[in-house]
């Protein structure tokens, strides 16, 4: 390809990244700016005063880190949760001999175009009941039972790897199916984990619509709603605010930059196979 | 071998969790919204058997601006289709022919998708923002303050200011979905493109668009239904207004569910929704097979 070519389409991808990362240059710089800079004196170059402060109002006079960390928890039980639940499920879907599996396997890739809007008012109704509602439960629960169709689909594509030769030989040495599953086939799926914990992970971490109706108390509230609440709060002290998005927004970031390869893998597989 | 894999004990044992879960947070609800839309019902009465009152009076009336919410959503689900899967495609067929910095480039495309909407909302907010927003201020330092306004707080602008994040946010998600497609291509069918003269857009345009339709096929039912069922950035941005202006199904049924306790006509919401995100799949299902 001749040299201007490349060149155009080298000006035409950055064009598109600064797009992309404009918005973001505007977050970052306006976290640390005071409101006079923010609102008039310079409003698009770095910031002239590096204003820290923001960032430690923000961490000492809200509970971002109580959001933090109940997204934490909430993230983290779910993802264990799918994890295990999931990949018990695939190997009896895909490894073992039944009469249902069939039935079963479309019954769980139904759950792949179920959006969560069906399940708001009938999952409040029953969380009610259990007297489950405002609690970290109210998040954890239903999360799993929607991330389980697309962690069991891709843990059917990685239990199709594990050569069946393992599993027979262990029988051979006189394995239960329950020793076969714990000694074989959870180790050997371990790359399997990561895919599903990274999926789990970006669409519990971001909810919006389950965590602003199932939880009333500022003890509960997870980051999304909570960086909501704390925007609205503050709607004139602009850096505090940026300050607030983000640190919401560093743990995901570390997560991609450690594992990019990963979290776009798992990105497409989810839409590509759904 | 064989006993083992058809223990009956150990295959209850490993899908009852799964299956549990599934039934009362999915299956059930679904049936749940069914029974609920045909009820008049504020969630502390009893509930009244109302037919189809719900659905006539959702489709007739005119309080409830349903018809201008599915408009609203429909407009969303055009111009995501028409204007981030043609950008997403192109800009995944130039990074296929790119070799340095390929990844670094799809790195950076693809941040504003895992950011969560909440902020994502914030910061346009901000953007827009009528008095000290960066557009307004970029507007102004090139001469052009008439067009300084409210972006999102007046009607005649509102939607198109929530469709311009909107489109932003998941742009690099169809040219992730896209590039996967493409370099899924053999490259001995590039190659052999290449050798019987064909220029780089003839190649993408004859040989490689033809051959990754099914992953467009994906991208468009992705941008479609993501579109109908659009809430999150919405009710950060104006939750539905003003007066209605950017009001879509989902933002309306959370309305009518929490704020009005109208459980029944939330619910009939709720299943046109769904009804309508089949619709749509199904729809371009049978587009994208004609064109075969």
């Given amino acids: 390809m001749d040299k201007v070519k490349k060149t155009f389409l080298y000006v035409a991808l950055s064009i598109w990244a600064i797009i992309q990362v404009f918005p973001l240059y505007y977050l970052i710089t306006f976290s640390l700016k005071s409101n006079g800079e923010i609102l008039g004196e310079n409003i698009l170059g770095l910031p002239i005063k590096w204003l820290w402060s923001n960032y430690r109002k923000v961490l000492n006079e809200s509970n971002l880190l109580r959001y933090l960390g109940n997204s934490v928890f909430v993230t983290v039980i779910t993802i264990l949760c799918v994890i295990i639940i999931s990949l018990m499920a695939a190997y009896a879907l895909y490894r073992m001999k039944w009469r249902f599996q069939g039935f079963f396997i479309m019954f769980f890739m139904l759950g792949l175009t179920v959006p969560i809007h069906s399940s708001v008012l009938p999952v409040f109704v029953i969380l009610k009941k259990i007297r489950l509602l405002d609690t970290y439960w109210a998040l954890i629960l239903p999360y799993i039972a929607f991330s389980l169709s697309m962690a069991i689909l891709m843990c059917s594509g990685f239990l199709k790897g594990v050569p069946v030769e393992l599993e027979e030989a262990a029988c051979m040495d006189g394995c239960g199916v329950y020793k076969i599953f714990w000694r074989i086939i959870v180790p050997i799926m371990k790359p399997a984990f990561t895919t599903v914990a990274i999926f789990t992970y970006l669409s519990s971490w971001n909810e919006l619509m389950f965590s602003t109706i199932f939880i009333n108390s500022d003890k509960f509230r997870t980051l999304p709603v909570g960086i909501q609440m704390l925007s609205s709060s503050l709607i004139t002290d602009w850096g505090v605010v940026g300050a607030a998005l983000v640190l919401s927004l560093i743990p995901t970031m570390i997560l991609y930059i450690c594992l990019s390869q990963k979290v776009q893998e798992g990105m497409v597989m989810g839409a590509v196979k759904g | ?292």
Wanted: proline share 4%.
């Fill in chain 2, 1 to 292: 071998m064989d006993k083992v894999r058809s223990n009956k004990k150990a295959i209850v044992f490993f899908m009852a969790p799964a299956v549990l879960f599934f039934m009362i947070f999915i299956i059930i609800p679904i049936g749940m919204s069914v029974y609920y839309s045909f009820m008049n019902w504020d969630g502390i009465t009893r509930p009244i058997f109302a037919g189809l009152k719900n659905y006539t009076e959702l489709f007739s009336s005119i309080t409830i601006r349903f018809g201008k919410s599915v408009k609203n959503s429909l407009l969303i689900a055009f111009f995501s289709t028409v204007i981030q899967l043609p950008v997403a495609l192109v800009f995944a067929l130039v990074l296929s022919r790119v070799r340095r910095g390929r990844n670094t480039f799809l790195t950076i495309y693809f941040i504003p998708v895992l950011i969560s909407s909440v902020a994502i909302g914030q910061l346009w907010m901000r953007i827009y923002n009528s008095d000290y927003g960066v557009l307004n201020y970029l507007l102004k330092t090139i001469g052009l303050d008439n067009l300084c306004r409210n972006w999102l707080g007046e009607q005649s602008t509102a939607m198109g200011a929530v469709l311009v994040p909107i489109i932003w946010q998941f742009i690099g998600y169809h040219m992730l979905i896209l590039y996967s497609g493409i370099k899924a291509v053999p490259e001995t069918v590039i190659e052999a493109a290449k050798i019987d003269g064909a220029t780089g857009v003839q190649t993408a345009r004859f040989v490689i668009i033809p051959m990754i339709k099914p992953i467009i096929k994906v991208s468009t039912i992705f941008a479609v239904t993501g579109s109908l069922k659009i809430f999150d950035l919405i009710y950060v941005l104006t939750n539905g207004g003003p007066a209605h202006a950017t009001e879509v199904p989902s933002t309306l049924m959370i309305n009518m569910l929490f704020s009005r306790n109208r459980y029944g006509m939330g619910s009939a919401i709720v299943l046109f929704i769904i009804l309508e995100c089949f619709l749509f799949s199904f729809i371009i299902e049978k587009v994208f097979k004609e064109r075969d």
